[in-house]
Protein backbone atom coordinates (compact mmCIF):
# COMPACT_ATOMS: atom_id res chain seq x y z
CA UNK A 1 0.00 0.00 0.00
CA UNK A 2 1.32 3.57 -0.85
CA UNK A 3 -0.02 6.61 0.25
CA UNK A 4 0.84 10.20 -2.05
CA UNK A 5 0.00 12.90 0.02
CA UNK A 6 0.31 16.70 -2.00
CA UNK A 7 -1.39 20.42 -1.34
CA UNK A 8 1.09 21.57 1.36
CA UNK A 9 2.53 24.66 1.33
CA UNK A 10 2.67 28.24 2.83
CA UNK A 11 -0.40 30.74 3.97
CA UNK A 12 -1.11 33.52 5.73
CA UNK A 13 -3.26 33.21 8.85
CA UNK A 14 -6.89 33.39 7.78
CA UNK A 15 -6.34 31.84 4.85
CA UNK A 16 -7.09 28.15 3.21
CA UNK A 17 -5.20 25.16 1.94
CA UNK A 18 -6.36 21.85 0.82
CA UNK A 19 -4.08 18.70 1.35
CA UNK A 20 -4.81 15.38 -0.79
CA UNK A 21 -3.71 11.95 -0.06
CA UNK A 22 -4.39 8.62 -2.87
CA UNK A 23 -4.33 5.60 -1.75
CA UNK A 24 -3.21 2.52 -3.51
CA UNK A 25 -2.31 -1.01 -3.50
CA UNK A 26 -4.68 -4.11 -1.64
CA UNK A 27 -7.11 -2.31 0.14
CA UNK A 28 -9.34 -3.37 2.12
CA UNK A 29 -13.09 -1.74 1.55
CA UNK A 30 -13.43 -0.89 5.42
CA UNK A 31 -11.05 1.25 6.47
CA UNK A 32 -10.16 4.61 7.76
CA UNK A 33 -8.24 7.25 5.96
CA UNK A 34 -7.33 10.38 7.76
CA UNK A 35 -4.72 12.93 8.71
CA UNK A 36 -2.38 13.37 11.43
CA UNK A 37 -0.18 16.26 12.04
CA UNK A 38 3.16 16.89 13.69
CA UNK A 39 4.36 20.48 14.79
CA UNK A 40 8.02 21.07 15.34
CA UNK A 41 9.28 19.57 18.55
CA UNK A 42 5.94 17.92 19.44
CA UNK A 43 4.09 14.73 19.04
CA UNK A 44 2.34 13.74 16.16
CA UNK A 45 -1.48 14.24 16.94
CA UNK A 46 -4.84 13.65 14.71
CA UNK A 47 -6.24 16.19 12.97
CA UNK A 48 -9.07 14.41 11.62
CA UNK A 49 -10.42 11.11 10.18
CA UNK A 50 -12.96 9.83 7.76
CA UNK A 51 -14.17 6.09 7.92
CA UNK A 52 -15.34 4.32 4.32
CA UNK A 53 -19.03 4.10 5.80
CA UNK A 54 -19.09 7.92 5.84
CA UNK A 55 -18.23 8.83 9.88
CA UNK A 56 -15.87 11.28 10.56
CA UNK A 57 -14.21 12.79 13.48
CA UNK A 58 -12.03 15.96 14.37
CA UNK A 59 -9.68 16.93 17.04
CA UNK A 60 -10.86 19.74 18.80
CA UNK A 61 -8.60 22.43 17.55
CA UNK A 62 -9.48 22.26 14.35
CA UNK A 63 -13.46 21.40 14.81
CA UNK A 64 -15.44 24.54 12.72
CA UNK A 65 -12.13 25.16 10.43
CA UNK A 66 -11.20 21.99 8.89
CA UNK A 67 -13.24 19.31 6.65
CA UNK A 68 -12.36 16.32 5.88
CA UNK A 69 -13.78 14.24 3.14
CA UNK A 70 -12.88 11.02 1.15
CA UNK A 71 -13.76 9.62 -2.60
CA UNK A 72 -13.88 5.78 -1.64
CA UNK A 73 -14.09 4.61 -5.71
CA UNK A 74 -10.79 6.10 -5.76
CA UNK A 75 -9.50 6.00 -2.36
CA UNK A 76 -8.51 9.60 -1.65
CA UNK A 77 -8.77 11.64 1.16
CA UNK A 78 -9.14 14.73 1.45
CA UNK A 79 -8.72 17.74 3.86
CA UNK A 80 -10.09 21.36 3.68
CA UNK A 81 -8.34 23.90 5.64
CA UNK A 82 -10.00 27.37 6.39
CA UNK A 83 -9.16 29.89 8.75
CA UNK A 84 -5.69 28.82 9.36
CA UNK A 85 -3.36 29.07 12.15
CA UNK A 86 0.05 29.94 13.05
CA UNK A 87 -0.56 27.03 15.55
CA UNK A 88 -1.63 24.83 12.28
CA UNK A 89 2.21 24.59 11.39
CA UNK A 90 3.22 21.80 10.92
CA UNK A 91 4.24 18.51 8.70
CA UNK A 92 0.69 16.56 8.09
CA UNK A 93 0.79 13.01 7.39
CA UNK A 94 -1.63 11.13 5.71
CA UNK A 95 -2.84 7.79 7.60
CA UNK A 96 -4.93 4.66 6.21
CA UNK A 97 -5.75 2.01 9.15
CA UNK A 98 -8.13 -0.67 9.31
CA UNK A 99 -11.19 0.03 11.81
CA UNK A 100 -9.69 -2.15 14.41
CA UNK A 101 -6.57 -0.05 13.97
CA UNK A 102 -5.37 -4.17 12.85
CA UNK A 103 -3.18 -2.01 10.20
CA UNK A 104 -1.91 1.39 9.78
CA UNK A 105 -0.10 3.02 6.53
CA UNK A 106 1.85 6.56 6.21
CA UNK A 107 2.11 8.97 3.89
CA UNK A 108 5.49 10.76 3.18
CA UNK A 109 4.32 14.18 5.24
CA UNK A 110 3.41 17.51 3.53
CA UNK A 111 5.32 20.56 5.30
CA UNK A 112 1.97 23.60 6.18
CA UNK A 113 3.82 26.64 7.45
CA UNK A 114 1.15 29.31 8.60
CA UNK A 115 2.38 32.77 8.93
CA UNK A 116 1.37 35.34 11.04
Known amino acids: VQLQASGGGLAQAGGSLRLSCAAS????????LGWYRQPPGKQRELVAV???????RYADSVKGRFTISRDNANNTVYLQMNSLKPEDTAVYYC???????????WGQGTLVTVSS
Open 95 to 105: NLRGLLYEYHY
Open 50 to 56: ATNDGGT
Open 25 to 32: GSIFSRNA
